[in-house]
């Protein structure tokens, strides 16, 4: 079969309706890709928005945070602090009670202790009392001297001066290690 073509349309303007088509598919091409690109862009616009809005909640959650465990991280330093400092009191704790045993053992009828201190961290201990006599105050100074739990046991001269009711204020230092049971009374009463 033959086919006849009846060409009525020049070939110069032929031409130019093929350019003009031409023309108009890349028109509609790059109105198209410009839509696309401007919709696209007003997407990331607004997911940007979203995204820095989170950010801000983030980074006021973030702070909340790290203040609540600044101040929890401040409570705990603090309760370490005190449980340190409890470990150390538990670590040279000296018992008091063999001591006022021991004193009481060695207090001769007629003295008094009228107060007792304790300096534990000179491991020293003051006596402070009155006797009826001299003779009282010199033999429960010759007890404290006796002792082996006690040394260097000093009375003032100013206590010896009177020969009644004499006031005193001994001092002396502790040995803890010799603090037994055994040794508490070095002659008893």
């Known amino acids: 079969m ?11 303007q032929k031409n130019q309706l093929k350019n003009n088509r031409l023309y108009q598919a890349v028109q509609e091409s790059l109105t198209l890709l410009f839509l696309f690109a ?29 203040y609540s465990n600044q101040l929890v991280a401040k409570k705990i330093n603090v309760l370490n602090q005190e449980i340190n400092a409890s470990l150390g009191i538990q670590k040279n704790y000296q018992p008091v009670t ?20 304790f300096f534990r961290q000179e ?34 001269l100013s206590a010896l001066v009177p020969k009644e009711n004499n006031a005193f204020s001994i001092k002396a230092n502790i040995n803890y290690q010799a603090l037994t049971p055994t040794n508490v009374c070095p002659e008893s009463k």
Request: aromatic share 8%.
């Open 123 to 156: 491991s020293r201990i003051e006596f402070s009392g009155s006797t009826k006599t001299r003779d009282d105050l010199m033999k429960f100074k010759n007890y404290l001297d006796k002792a082996d739990w006690l040394s260097d046991a000093e009375i003032p």
């Open 38 to 66: 401007a919709i696209i862009s007003i997407l990331l616009l607004i997911s940007r928005y979203f995204l820095e809005q989170q950010l801000s909640e983030m980074i006021t959650q973030n702070a909340a945070n790290i």
């Open 98 to 117: 063999p001591i006022i045993s021991a004193i009481s053992y060695t207090l001769p009828a007629n003295v008094a202790i009228s107060s007792l201190r």
């Open 2 to 12: 033959i086919t006849i073509r009846l060409n009525l349309v020049p070939p110069k």
